[in-house]
């Protein structure tokens, strides 16, 4: 057994957090990490620029099976459909940490690294600016830009680095758990995990522990367990509650 790998800039979650999945199931998850939606916001350009929180769901129980097939009649839970549905539950992704396979990008003060397989399309990498151009750019805007929009990245596919420390500019995050979704594609999005949640598969192989990942729930992805994007092209729908429903906090 590969010994488990931590991405540099993550802190791992506590013990009581992880996640495992199953063979040809559910993603059953452990610790009760709060889990809520999180819809992208675009600015007044119409690109994607924050996240807003929606409604909250219970992780009650130990564990908690999340929908992972995209056939569940109660999202996000799972009730079983993947038993009947035609999906495709095969795991595909690499078990290489991502920085192997990553691009890299020189800048003046940052450098990019970025690895499009594990690509969202959350498209926070356009919002002022494409995030490759913008790391090649000198001056504080540029810069405070690239780290912004390499940030904002949900599946960690991009990431910034300082060139003096040679560390990730990685955003702090308590391990907890969100449900994308994106207005303005009209589609629901992945299963964002946040906070150094670990992630396992049945037979007890751990993916590299990251800060950001990304886990497919439409069922169709062609990296699982992560997020490839392909939940925009079918425009993916849950049946959730949108903005104008969410919960008061």
Same mark, same amino acid.
């Given at each position: 057994?590969?010994?488990?790998?931590?991405?540099?800039?993550?802190?791992?979650?506590?013990?009581?957090?992880?996640?495992?999945?199953?063979?040809?199931?559910?993603?059953?998850?452990?610790?009760?990490?709060?889990?809520?939606?999180?819809?992208?916001?675009?600015?007044?350009?119409?690109?994607?620029?924050?996240?807003?929180?929606?409604?909250?769901?219970?992780?009650?129980?130990?564990?908690?099976?999340?929908?992972?097939?995209?056939?569940?009649?109660?999202?996000?839970?799972?009730?079983?459909?993947?038993?009947?549905?035609? @999906?495709?539950? =095969?795991?595909?992704? +690499?078990? $290489? #940490?991502?920085? *192997?396979?990553?691009? &890299?990008?020189?800048?003046?003060?940052?450098?990019?690294?970025?690895?499009?397989?594990?690509?969202?399309?959350?498209?926070?990498?356009?919002?002022?600016?494409?995030?490759?151009?913008?790391?090649?750019?000198?001056?504080?805007?540029?810069?405070?830009?690239?780290?912004?929009?390499?940030?904002?990245?949900?599946?960690?596919?991009?990431?910034? @680095?300082?060139? =003096?420390?040679?560390? +990730?500019? $990685? #955003?702090?995050? *308590?391990?907890?758990? &969100?449900?994308?979704?994106?207005?303005?594609?009209?589609?629901?999005?992945?299963?964002?995990?946040?906070?150094?949640?670990?992630?396992?598969?049945?037979?007890?192989?751990?993916?590299?522990?990251?800060?950001?990942?990304?886990?497919?729930?439409?069922?169709?992805?062609?990296?699982?367990?992560?997020?490839?994007?392909?939940?925009?092209?079918?425009?993916?729908?849950?049946?959730?509650?949108?903005?104008?429903?969410?919960?008061?906090?």
């Amino acid at each position: 057994m590969k010994k488990t790998t931590v991405q540099p800039g993550t802190k791992v979650a506590p013990e009581r957090f992880y996640i495992t999945i199953e063979t040809n199931g559910p993603y059953m998850v452990y610790g009760h990490p709060p889990l809520a939606q999180e819809f992208i916001i675009p600015n007044e350009e119409g690109a994607s620029w924050s996240f807003q929180k929606g409604t909250s769901y219970p992780t009650d129980k130990e564990p908690t099976a999340l929908c992972r097939c995209g056939h569940s009649k109660n999202k996000p839970y799972c009730d079983g459909s993947h038993l009947k549905a035609d @999906w495709y539950p =095969e795991m595909t992704a +690499p078990e $290489e #940490p991502l920085l *192997d396979a990553a691009e &890299a990008f020189q800048g003046p003060e940052v450098s990019l690294t970025d690895n499009q397989s594990y690509c969202a399309f959350a498209r926070f990498c356009d919002a002022k600016g494409r995030v490759w151009n913008l790391v090649g750019m000198d001056g504080k805007e540029a810069r405070e830009l690239t780290i912004r929009e390499a940030n904002y990245c949900p599946a960690g596919r991009l990431s910034a @680095w300082d060139n =003096e420390t040679q560390q +990730p500019f $990685e #955003p702090h995050y *308590d391990p907890s758990l &969100a449900l994308i979704e994106d207005p303005a594609i009209h589609s629901s999005g992945p299963l964002w995990v946040r906070g150094g949640i670990p992630i396992s598969r049945e037979d007890g192989y751990t993916y590299e522990v990251r800060n950001r990942v990304t886990l497919c729930r439409c069922g169709e992805s062609g990296n699982k367990p992560f997020c490839d994007g392909t939940h925009a092209s079918f425009k993916f729908k849950d049946g959730l509650p949108g903005l104008d429903a969410r919960k008061k906090e």
